[in-house]
């Protein structure tokens, strides 16, 4: 699937199951509550956090889905085209960043 046509599921799945958006300031909290969730997994497989008995069974890839879910909810109601916005902020780290990283001492 697109992101374009996720941004749509999302769109018709609020607007029908979920019945209306949360409003902006309550999802930019959900938002961070989920990039906390994966803070904490990422923290636990790959830092030296060890898992908690019920930790065990959490998925990265959910956790990582519920970031791209709020965040798609987010951008259907401020009008933002995430397609647009990332084609966008690709072509700009393509330009500006093109050599600063290849310059960077610390990357090699």
Not at 16 to 39: H, I, P, S, W
Not at 57 to 86: H, I, P, R, Y
Request: aromatic residues 6%; contains cysteine; proline residues 0%.
């Amino acid at each position: 699937m697109t992101i374009q046509e996720a941004q749509q599921r999302i769109d018709k799945w609020i607007n029908t199951t979920g019945v209306r958006y949360f409003n902006e300031l309550t999802n930019m909290a959900m938002l961070a509550e989920e990039v906390g969730e994966v803070a904490r997994v990422i923290a636990r497989k790959y830092g030296e956090q060890s898992f908690k008995e019920s930790d065990k069974s959490v998925d990265l890839a959910d956790e990582m889905a519920d970031v791209l879910f709020v965040l798609m909810c987010l951008a259907n109601q401020t009008g933002v085209d995430l397609t647009d916005a990332l084609e966008k902020n690709l072509i700009k780290k393509e330009t500006r960043d093109k050599l600063r990283h290849k310059q960077n001492e610390k990357l090699r």
